[in-house]
């Protein structure tokens, strides 16, 4: 079986309460079967629990986290966890993390 044929196109968001929301990753992929391409697809893939304004593991700051831990894709048993913030208007930087535990 072989996999899916696409590119990453960024991440998205659902509102939640409390300041924790439900985030994913977007993928665009090609539809078909044996290498017979139907067209593309917008895919959700790999969610994660998001939590704004929590104090960054790096140096304290505000930052939203991006939270795969407890997910059992496969970025969720790597323990993965970004951070990101807005470094200048609509300028977003993110970094990110395998196997992070909370340091505070």
């Given at each position: 079986?072989?996999?899916?044929?696409?590119?990453?196109?960024?991440?998205?968001?659902?509102?939640?309460?409390?300041?924790?929301?439900?985030?994913?990753?977007?993928?665009?992929?090609?539809?078909?079967?044996?290498?017979?391409?139907?067209?593309?697809?917008?895919?959700?893939?790999?969610?994660?629990?998001?939590?704004?304004?929590?104090?960054?593991?790096?140096?304290g700051k505000p930052s939203s986290e991006l939270d795969y831990r407890g997910e059992t894709h496969y970025l969720g048993r790597m323990e993965m966890r970004d951070e990101v913030r807005e470094v200048a208007p609509a300028l977003y930087l993110g970094l990110g993390s395998f196997g992070m535990r909370d340091v505070r």
């Open positions: 079986m072989s996999s899916p044929k696409g590119f990453w196109v960024g991440k998205g968001f659902l509102k939640g309460e409390n300041g924790h929301s439900m985030g994913y990753n977007l993928f665009m992929e090609e539809r078909g079967r044996a290498g017979r391409a139907e067209g593309s697809q917008l895919v959700r893939k790999y969610r994660m629990i998001t939590r704004a304004d929590v104090p960054s593991v790096w140096d």
